[in-house]
């Protein structure tokens, strides 16, 4: 027949517990261990971003001072094509009173009947 089931002894040996205390130990060293390793990778993590964060202040002074330089440039740009319609004005303006003092010119030393009478 078969034998009856073995019941748990309630009370633990001795070397079980000093087993247990062991085994405890061990896994706390480990955690211990895991712990620091997360907290070294963390500060490393932490330093990256610090890092980041000043690249990024530096970036931004940079492109505030990138950002005068094209509204300088687009006023300099602004005030050149103002200068240059006032020049083909003056340029159109300058070649209509050379045509026109010409043509004087030519009516008054040829003579040319019919023309401009």
């Known amino acids: 027949m078969t034998s009856p089931p073995k019941t748990p002894n309630r009370r633990k040996q001795p070397t079980s517990t000093v087993d247990d205390a062991r085994s405890i130990a061990k896994s706390l060293l480990r955690t211990r261990a895991l712990i620091s390793q997360e907290l070294e990778r ?11 964060g000043k690249l990024l202040d530096k970036t931004k002074i940079h492109q505030h001072t990138m950002n005068d330089t094209v509204k300088d440039a687009n006023a300099a740009l602004s005030n050149l094509q103002l200068q240059q319609r006032k020049e083909r004005y003056v340029f159109i303006g300058s070649v209509s009173l050379f045509f026109a003092v010409a043509l004087y010119v030519l009516w008054t030393r040829i003579r040319i009947p019919y023309f401009l009478w």
């Not at 963390?42 to 980041?52: G, K, L, Q």
């Open 42 to 52: 963390t500060s490393h993590v932490s330093e990256a971003i610090e890092a980041d």
